[in-house]
């Protein structure tokens, strides 16, 4: 096993779709193995794929009680109920803001065997199903946002050390400090400064 560097927001690999992945040999058990390690490592709730370089449609997790990984995942709503909370991204270092996903979520798909495995989840382990999915079809949670919550995270990203550095790569992202973001820019309050919520759930 290995620990992989983090990809960060302006990798291309971020904002591909992954494969689905159809070889269930030695090298996916391998990418499992280096992305348990690699997430265990940087603290994280979940991770997918592509934060490690790799497009394919692979992603673990570690959160609500709950650990393993999932291979060519698809998930479905149960009932409209939503939830709002705390969100990161270790690809997107130094930004937390209140994310809206799907309150409860059932999830199907494919251990590293090949074998089926069915989900039903809620709270954080719903939100990082939603959030690690996203990452598999290339979408980051900033694009998730409030409008308004959206211009001010990024103009926390374009502020980061790792943004000015023009970095696409990271061994430590944990080694940002970590902003909360919440409301308009523009307003006089600069929210964007204050110290994120003591969670570590909320860094998938």
């Not at 996916?28 to 997430?39: A, G, I, K, P, Y």
């Not at 790569?169 to 940002?176: A, E, L, N, V």
Request: aromatic content about 4%; some cysteine; glycine content about 10%.
């Amino acid at each position: 096993m290995a620990v992989a560097d983090i990809r960060l927001f302006g990798d291309p690999v971020l904002r591909t779709r992954a494969t689905e992945v159809t070889d269930f040999g030695p090298d996916l058990h391998r990418l499992v193995d280096d992305m348990l390690e690699t997430m265990d490592r940087h603290h994280g709730a979940g991770l997918a794929a592509p934060q490690i370089g790799v497009g394919a449609r692979v992603f673990t997790y570690d959160c609500g009680g709950q650990r393993g990984h999932i291979v060519n995942p698809v998930w479905t709503a149960v009932g409209t109920e939503t939830q709002t909370g705390p969100e990161g991204c270790l690809s997107i270092p130094g930004v937390q803001a209140d994310t809206t996903r799907a309150a409860e979520v059932t999830v199907t798909g494919v251990d590293r065997h090949g074998d089926p495995v069915t989900l039903h989840v809620d709270d954080i382990m719903a939100r990082c199903v939603q959030h690690e999915t996203d990452h598999l079809d290339g979408v980051l949670f900033l694009q998730r946002l409030a409008p308004d919550v959206r211009k001010a995270a990024m103009r926390v990203v374009r502020g980061s050390a790792w943004f000015t550095e023009g970095r696409t790569s990271t061994d430590d992202p944990g080694s940002y400090p970590t902003t909360w973001v919440q409301g308009d820019p523009d307003t006089t309050e600069d929210a964007r400064t204050r110290d994120a919520p003591a969670t570590s759930d909320a860094t998938l």
